[in-house]
């Protein structure tokens, strides 16, 4: 299983990037895929995810409204779209994935990092004030 992140960049405050998260060398029916972040000197945080079970999708609150994850499952790859960025928004975006999730407790559980099997190399976004 592979995961290939990209799409990051260097932005002004206000502008928009779209990550996207190729996934590769699985067939799995019941799947998530999230997408986490990294700031210099914070802890490692989710940002959002999608799963193929229910299709239901989650936000952390800070990008909620301006984050929007999505998925093309003919190319197998799940894309971040990011609009309205703010230099705390900075940080290396990684995204994630795991198998037969529960959907009854994922809205609780997307965020744990330790839930996942699978990630991707990081795609660093810069946003400049």
């Known amino acids: 299983v592979q995961l290939q992140a990209s799409g990051g960049g260097l932005v002004q405050s206000g502008g928009s990037l779209t990550l996207s998260c190729a996934a590769s060398?699985?067939?799995?029916?019941?799947?998530?895929i999230s997408w986490f972040r990294r700031a210099p000197g914070k802890e490692r945080e989710g940002v959002s995810s999608i799963n193929t079970k229910d299709g239901r999708k989650y936000y952390t609150d800070s990008v909620k409204g301006r984050f929007t994850i999505s998925r093309d499952n003919t190319k197998n790859t799940v894309y971040l779209q990011m609009h309205n960025l703010q230099p705390e928004d900075t940080a290396v975006y990684y995204c994630?994935?795991?198998?037969?999730?529960?959907?009854?407790?994922?809205?609780?559980?997307?965020?744990?990092?330790?839930?996942?099997?699978?990630w991707g190399q990081g795609t660093q976004v810069t946003v400049s004030s």
């Open positions: 060398g699985f067939t799995w029916d019941n799947y998530a």
């Open positions: 994630a994935a795991t198998t037969d999730i529960q959907t009854d407790v994922w809205d609780r559980a997307w965020e744990k990092s330790y839930e996942y099997d699978y």
